[in-house]
């Protein structure tokens, strides 16, 4: 029936009955909050380009997260900022490493938060690519070999998740053979399985001291111009080889491949609200021109009910203050 029978305004005459009729929501139990260890003590620096966002050594971390678990936060994930890189990335996969020692001091104080760790090598080489090198041209599969070995420690250290976000071939089999080989086959793999060559990644750069100091990532990360068929693929790859929970990254622009990965596939699906993503509602924000409180929780929002069952954002301390407050 047509109008004036059908009239939809009456289903959002009220609050209450909006509220009743929702179907969407973002919960605390939805959200990972990114952090960056770097080494050294009682550092706390400000990632310039992404506004509340820091960089911490790992006594001050520990102190940080008393405040992301009171504010009901309950999944993190950690990036390492080591002191030295070289050619081969060894800090990613040194056991005393910036990464390994702060693992086992936040599961030493926090036992109950999920905690996430990242595995590539670009914030560990001098080169700020994630693969090694050979000829100017990133190797595949040598690099395979470093990927399970960072991951490996990681999970030694306490890591509840290891998430490869290097996006060579085969990294996934390599690492899942690599943790049930050492005992740890309950240690989950949440691969960047759907992760483009973004432009959106410039301030993760600024945070994690990542920038490739020659070329760009075009050859191993995705071409946003690729079909649709192609994210299918490398999501099928990835969880064929053991991963447990996909990633899609970035997420606003992308939202059609959260959809379509999570419809495809039996698997959890997670979004990565990207650096760029979040420096560009923060700037709008400052300057007054976005509420930047509607605007975060209509994007969540977005990204729920796109897929997403999980989602990785810099918003989430500022989300948790605001669902408190309802």
């Not at 973002?26 to 550092?43: Q, T, W």
Request: charged share 25%; with cysteine; glycine share 8%.
């Amino acid at each position: 029936m047509g109008f004036p029978i059908t009239r939809m305004r009456r289903l959002r005459k009220s609050p209450v009955l909006r509220d009743a009729l929702s179907e969407v929501a973002v919960s605390l139990n939805d959200l990972i909050y990114p952090m960056f260890a770097i080494e050294g003590k009682n550092i706390r620096n400000p990632v310039l380009s992404m506004p509340g966002v820091y960089q911490y050594s790992p006594d001050i971390l520990l102190t940080e997260l008393e405040n992301v678990v009171k504010k009901g936060i309950k999944s993190i994930i950690l990036f390492g900022i080591p002191e030295a890189k070289d050619a081969v990335g060894s800090s990613a996969y040194a056991e005393d490493g910036i990464i390994q020692q702060t693992i086992f001091k936040i599961k030493k104080a926090f036992p109950e938060i999920l905690l996430i760790t990242d595995v590539c090598l670009c914030e560990y080489t001098d080169h700020g690519h994630c693969g090694l090198i050979k000829d100017n041209k990133i190797v595949n599969d040598t690099t395979l070999e470093l990927l399970a070995k960072t991951a490996l420690t990681h999970a030694q250290a306490g890591a509840d998740i290891v998430a490869p976000s290097d996006m060579m071939d085969g990294r996934v089999a390599a690492i899942r053979k690599g943790l049930d080989g050492a005992g740890y086959e309950d240690t989950l793999i949440m691969a960047y399985s759907v992760k483009y060559a973004s432009a959106f990644y410039g301030p993760f750069r600024d945070a994690a001291g990542s920038t490739p100091q020659f070329g760009d990532r075009g050859t191993y990360q995705m071409d946003p111009r690729s079909s649709v068929k192609q994210a299918i693929q490398e999501a099928a790859l990835d969880i064929e080889e053991g991963a447990d929970i996909v990633i899609v990254k970035p997420a606003f622009a992308y939202m059609d491949i959260i959809k379509t990965i999570s419809d495809t596939f039996n698997c959890p699906v997670a979004s990565y609200n990207v650096s760029g993503e979040y420096a560009m509602v923060k700037a709008a924000a400052e300057k007054g021109w976005i509420d930047e409180k509607k605007v975060v929780l209509e994007s969540m929002t977005g990204l729920k009910r796109s897929g997403s069952n999980l989602i990785i954002t810099y918003h989430a301390l500022d989300i948790a203050a605001w669902l408190q407050e309802v």
